[in-house]
């Protein structure tokens, strides 16, 4: 990976972290996403998918 491809990557899952930990996600998500972490929208997209991932397994293995 190129260092530009891994800041984008490691911001992607920064912000699935974040949007997993989050209590009561934010309406529309993908907006919110881009204002906070300055993603793409396809970015913003991969990062739901990933928090949505965490939290599956957050709540299969505690």
Known sequence: MTG???EHS???TIA???LADQRDPP???VPEL???FGLSAL???EAISR???MTICRK???
Do not use: N, Y
């Open 60 to 62: 299969a293995f505690g």
């Open 51 to 53: 928090a949505r991932q």
């Open 4 to 6: 530009t491809d891994h």
């Open 27 to 29: 309406h529309p998500i």
């Open 43 to 45: 970015e913003c997209c």
């Open 34 to 36: 881009r204002s906070r």
């Open 10 to 12: 490691e911001t992607v």
């Open 16 to 18: 699935a972290q974040w």
